[in-house]
């Protein structure tokens, strides 16, 4: 009896091996040989030469990464920057750039192109939060993290609308 799933994590790694090699060799997709993908991500393989996906990126399950659409008869390149980390069912739409180290939200749908170091989120995606800093697979950096949180604690207490004080009420 396995006490724990992490033993068999060695299989998981030696199957999205497989998949990365063969989405690689077989269709010609340009994914950087260190990206991570869950078994379940989907990419186009109608215009498979115009996905890129770039160094150290995790593509979550059941993302797909668009390079085509047959209804305007169009095909263009997609872009995934380093670092970067692609949301659980997001879409991301052909002919769009995701900047190095960004995160894309779960179920977002990506149709426009996004500045490095962003957060986006939403359908369709809106850019939540800009000069992120993100380690590899876009994990986001513990002390970046924790000066936000204090930079946001700080001002807390200064933030008000419009100059209005608390309390008052406005016509």
């Known amino acids: 009896m396995i006490k724990s799933l992490r033993k068999l994590s060695w299989l998981r790694h030696t199957l999205v091996g497989l998949k990365r090699a063969y989405l690689r060799k077989v269709w010609k997709l340009d994914i950087h040989p260190t990206v991570e993908m869950s078994l379940s991500a989907k990419f186009d393989l109608t215009n498979p030469k115009g996905i890129h ?95 936000q949180a204090e930079a946001d604690e700080a001002n807390k207490g200064t933030d008000s609308v419009d100059g209005a004080q608390e309390g008052s009420t406005r016509p």
């Not at 659409?69 to 390149?77: A, E, K, S, Y």
């Open 53 to 147: 996906v770039g160094a150290y990126s995790y593509v979550a399950f059941n993302a797909r990464i668009l390079a085509h659409d047959m209804t305007r008869n169009l095909r263009r390149d997609t872009y995934v920057g380093e670092n970067c980390f692609i949301g659980g069912q997001s879409l991301i739409l052909p002919g769009v750039r995701i900047g190095n180290q960004c995160i894309v939200g779960a179920g977002s749908v990506v149709t426009k192109s996004v500045p490095d170091n962003c957060i986006v989120a939403g359908n369709p995606a809106v850019i939540l939060k800009r000069d992120v800093q993100l380690l590899s697979y876009g994990r986001v950096d513990p002390n970046w993290a924790k000066a």
